[in-house]
């Protein structure tokens, strides 16, 4: 079992940037897969970007390739998402989610795949 805590989130204007953490403890991160979701008002939850913490290869969500980067900082135990240009339809929670395991490549960023998850950051931008 690991914890997972967000932090990062806000409210920015459309074309800014923003950069979310989040702190893993309580189990061998280096394990596991984590993966960045967000949850629109009313929408399902989608998958945003995965990484798998042992070798770093990512995957993205064609909505957001381009302007987010998935990384992680294996000494603090921290996995970020840094996201550039942002829209307004970027506006969502925000979670964090780890798995430990190995998911064929194109379910990555299925939720069904992740067992523990962060509380969410709240995620606003404005046109």
């Known amino acids: 079992q690991v914890h997972l805590v967000e932090s990062g989130g806000g409210s920015v204007q459309a074309g800014g940037s923003l950069r979310l953490s989040c702190a893993a403890s309580?189990?061998?991160?280096?394990?596991?897969?984590m993966a960045w979701f967000r949850q629109a008002s009313g929408k399902e939850r989608e998958g945003v970007a995965a990484?798998?913490?042992?070798?770093?290869?990512?995957y993205y969500a064609d909505s957001v390739k381009g302007r987010f980067t998935i990384s992680q900082d294996n000494a603090k135990n921290t996995l970020y998402l840094q996201m550039r240009s942002l829209k307004p339809e970027d506006t969502a929670m925000y979670y964090c989610?780890?798995?430990?395991?190995?998911?064929?490549?194109?379910?990555?960023?299925?939720?069904?795949?992740?067992?523990?998850w962060g509380q969410g950051t709240q995620v606003t931008v404005s046109s």
């Open positions: 309580g189990s061998t991160y280096s394990t596991y897969v």
């Open positions: 990484i798998y913490i042992a070798g770093g290869s990512t």
């Open positions: 989610a780890a798995q430990e395991g190995d998911f064929i490549r194109n379910t990555l960023l299925a939720t069904y795949n992740y067992n523990n």
